[in-house]
């Protein structure tokens, strides 16, 4: 069944990127957030997001037209019903876990909820849910709009129809979908840590700037971005989120350089908050 209609749980940079991403394919969007503040913030997110795109040139629609498909709401009711949810809420475990609980009953009954974790276990995130079979990862990268990579990941219980139809909405996003197994980190956030870690290292060690430690994995490697730059993107507080999960569930290798958690103590989260390990203006 062609899905015409997406709940999005969280409107932050994730949960307004992937609603982006749908509302220019024509697909509805019922954005929830925390409260009506939110919403509307949210609201504001995804419009600001659309009318850059589309002052930039990648959207030729207008926008208040892609707006029309847009709903937003401080209230999980508002899912009442939905055939597919996104959850895009921060990366803490308990808050994912209470959140897709309480959405599981609101939803059709054969309802898809996906989880746009970076790296928790979506075993562990399914612990709860009646409908375990219909739950997996929708692994969306920052930022949305812009990106070619949707990660599938399948949890222990999660039957093909739901692998089927996270593919098929992916593959009508225009991303190409990989699916992987519920492993820690899943294949890209354990790979990109693990770089971005060691970067954090060697700019710590003094082996070179940040500009050049970057420059070395852009122009030797062909990285469309340094690792470093990609931190401040992701957010160095989100990044030291997964290192630290990371490290419980792979052991040391993981460990977060004393670096990264200074300068997220200090508030230099990266381009969010204006600073990292580059300025943003
Ligand atoms: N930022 C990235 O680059 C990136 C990339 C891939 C995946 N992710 C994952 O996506 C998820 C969201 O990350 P983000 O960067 O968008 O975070 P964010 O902090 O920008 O946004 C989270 C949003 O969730 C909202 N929220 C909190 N509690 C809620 C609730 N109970 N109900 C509804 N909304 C609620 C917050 O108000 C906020 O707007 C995380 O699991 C993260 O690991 C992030």
Known sequence: MT?????IAGGGTMGAGIAHRLLVRGIEVVLVERDDVDA???HDRVATGLRLAHERGYLA???????????????????????????????????KRDLLGRIEPILADNAVLATNTSSLSIDGLAAGLQRPERFCGMHFF????????????RGRATDDGTIEAATELGERLDLTAIVVDDAPGFATSRLGVALGLEAIRMVED??????????????????????LRLGDLVGLDVRLGIAEYLAAELGPRFAPPRLLRDMVADGKL????????????
Not at 142 to 153: C, I, K
Not at 206 to 227: F, N, Q, W
Not at 270 to 281: C, D, M, R
Request: proline content about 7%.
């Open 3 to 7: 899905v015409t209609r997406v709940g």
């Open 40 to 42: 509307a913030n949210a």
């Open 61 to 95: 629609d207008d926008v208040d037209g892609v707006l029309e498909r847009l709903t937003t709401a401080g209230a999980l009711n508002a899912f009442d019903g939905l055939g597919f949810v996104i959850e895009a809420v921060p990366e803490l475990p308990e808050l």
């Open 142 to 153: 920052n930022p949305v709009p812009a990106s070619d990579l949707l990660e599938v990941v």
């Open 206 to 227: 003094g082996v070179g700037s940040a500009e050049d430690i970057d420059t070395a994995m852009r122009l030797g490697y062909k990285h469309p971005v340094g690792p």
């Open 270 to 281: 990266g381009k969010k908050s204006g600073e990292g390990f580059f300025v943003w203006e």
